[in-house]
């Protein structure tokens, strides 16, 4: 520190040097006390540009110029975009040029300063805003501060329409002055190659779209999707950046062979967050959960006993599964010990896809979804499904008359199994059945 530091102006000895806030503030501030020497790189305001020099504040004793053969490097390019106001980064040439001025440089610090980013930018593989420049027959150019990068037409996300001639400048010129989301993939200083792509921004944009859609989610939530990709096991749903399963389990309440009988790629669709894995970054999807369940209200619909009519969708090794008419396409299986008195080891000795049949229930369990039915038991009861129907709504009104004794159900819990050719005289009491009536003692296996 030099003695005119240590001492006010006019002091003597050791007297302390009188505070001065103003000098301070100056100082603080750079204003007018900045000294500087060739090689110096400062930051400026550009006060004016006429066509042979520029004019730059620098904070310094007095304004910069760019002038003469510093001018004269300034790339075409890089003069058209400098505007009055605008910040820069010059270099110090000499700070008292013959003319007392204090020669700056733009070209160098510029250019320097902007590739520094550009090589930022790479290292981090920070994806940026950048604003369409040009183009040429390859590609898009888009500036970095002042540097020149390249889009290549296969590094857009739109791929453009390939002409007879293979001129593309007419759909390219439509993009120049939009903004664009890009990285840089590939940086050469020394070969002034700077490549950028709009697909690995994309690419990106997503990942870190998806992370924060996931850090949204939850289960019971209900989102909009889209219908990506179809597998064997299931259908992906786009929920907006991250992705979700919809298994086929849980694409419909009806039985479906395959997710694509139902669900198309594009399809906008509906559905309910089922489970949520952090770990493994899986969501578990459903669609059918938002529709109404056809098998809540199916104890109200069907009992014990009664007959059906159904027709027969699938057959397997240990039955047939049979669709009822007008039963909101509800499945019940047909255990192979159900199709006939006599014995089966394939159910197509009994039965064909497509068949009708009048089929009896034997079991409804609505909380599980399964409809155990029968078709050698048809024949222990001739009451139908409007005769069952009828014989309830006749018990539940008092004023009603009592349904006919050919039409009663037989009690499955207390009365015993009719003769196939005779009908019971009571729910509660009747001669017991031959031998060759009686049910199964095995109960059928649920579908």
């Known amino acids: 520190m030099t003695s005119q530091n240590m001492h006010a102006p006019g002091s003597t000895g050791n007297k302390p040097v009188e505070p001065n806030p103003m000098h301070d503030l100056l100082e603080q501030q750079g204003y007018g006390l900045k000294e500087v020497s060739t090689g110096d790189v400062l930051s400026g305001t550009i006060l004016s540009i006429a066509p042979d020099e520029i004019l730059v504040n620098v904070n310094t004793k007095s304004e910069g110029v760019i002038s003469g053969e510093e001018y004269a490097q300034v790339p075409p390019e890089m003069l058209a975009d400098l505007q009055v106001g605008?910040?820069?980064?010059?270099?110090?040439?000499?700070?008292?040029?013959?003319?007392?001025?204090?020669?700056?440089?733009l070209t160098r610090s510029q250019s320097s300063r902007d590739w520094i980013e550009a090589e930022e930018l790479h290292t981090s593989q920070n994806v940026f805003e950048g604003i369409v420049a040009g183009y040429n027959k390859g590609g898009l150019i888009v500036k970095v501060g002042k540097v020149r990068g390249f889009v290549p037409t296969s590094q857009l996300i739109t791929r453009p329409p390939r002409t007879e001639d293979g001129d593309l400048s007419s759909y390219l010129t439509t993009l120049v002055g939009k903004k664009m989301?890009?990285?840089?993939?590939?940086?050469?200083?020394?070969?002034?190659?700077?490549?950028?792509?709009?697909?690995?921004?994309?690419?990106?944009?997503?990942?870190?779209?998806?992370?924060?859609?996931?850090?949204?989610l939850k289960e019971g939530d209900v989102r909009d999707g889209e219908v990506m990709s179809i597998a064997d096991f299931g259908a992906f749903i786009d929920l907006g950046?991250?992705?979700?399963?919809?298994?086929?389990?849980?694409?419909?309440?009806?039985?479906?062979?395959?997710?694509?009988?139902?669900?198309k790629i594009g399809q906008k669709?509906?559905?309910?967050?089922?489970?949520?894995?952090?770990?493994?970054r899986r969501v578990g999807l459903s669609v059918k959960r938002l529709e109404a369940?056809?098998?809540?209200?199916?104890?109200?619909?069907?009992?014990?006993?009664?007959?059906?009519?159904?027709?027969?969708?699938?057959?397997?090794?240990?039955?047939?599964?049979?669709?009822?008419?007008?039963?909101?396409?509800?499945?019940?299986?047909?255990?192979?010990?159900?199709?006939?008195?006599?014995?089966?080891?394939?159910?197509?000795?009994?039965?064909?896809?497509?068949?009708?049949?009048?089929?009896r229930v034997l079991r409804v369990e609505a909380d599980k979804h399964r409809l155990a039915l029968s078709l050698?038991?048809?024949?222990?009861?001739?009451?139908?499904?409007?005769?069952?129907?009828?014989a309830l709504a006749d018990a539940n009104t008092d004023s009603g008359p009592a349904p006919e004794a050919d039409s009663q159900p037989e009690s499955m819990d207390n009365g015993p199994a009719p003769e196939a050719d005779t009908q019971p005289e009571s729910t509660n009491s009747g001669p017991a059945p031959e031998a060759d009536s009686q049910p199964d003692a095995n109960e059928p296996v649920d579908g």
Request: glycine letters at 6%.
């Open 86 to 105: 605008d910040a820069v980064t010059v270099y110090v040439v000499n700070p008292h040029d013959r003319a007392g001025n204090l020669a700056l440089a």
């Open 181 to 216: 989301h890009l990285k840089v993939i590939e940086l050469d200083r020394e070969k002034n190659r700077l490549i950028l792509s709009e697909r690995a921004a994309q690419r990106d944009a997503r990942k870190l779209q998806k992370e924060q859609l996931f850090n949204d």
């Open 241 to 263: 950046g991250a992705d979700g399963l919809v298994h086929i389990s849980e694409i419909s309440w009806k039985p479906i062979h395959h997710p694509g009988d139902v669900l």
């Open 269 to 280: 669709v509906k559905v309910q967050i089922l489970k949520i894995d952090p770990e493994t």
């Open 293 to 359: 369940d056809p098998w809540r209200d199916l104890e109200n619909h069907y009992k014990e006993g009664q007959l059906v009519e159904a027709e027969i969708t699938k057959l397997t090794k240990f039955g047939a599964f049979a669709r009822i008419k007008d039963g909101n396409d509800i499945e019940g299986l047909v255990h192979i010990s159900e199709l006939s008195d006599k014995r089966v080891t394939n159910a197509r000795e009994v039965v064909k896809e497509g068949q009708m049949l009048t089929l």
């Open 376 to 390: 050698k038991r048809v024949a222990q009861g001739e009451y139908t499904d409007e005769d069952w129907r009828q």
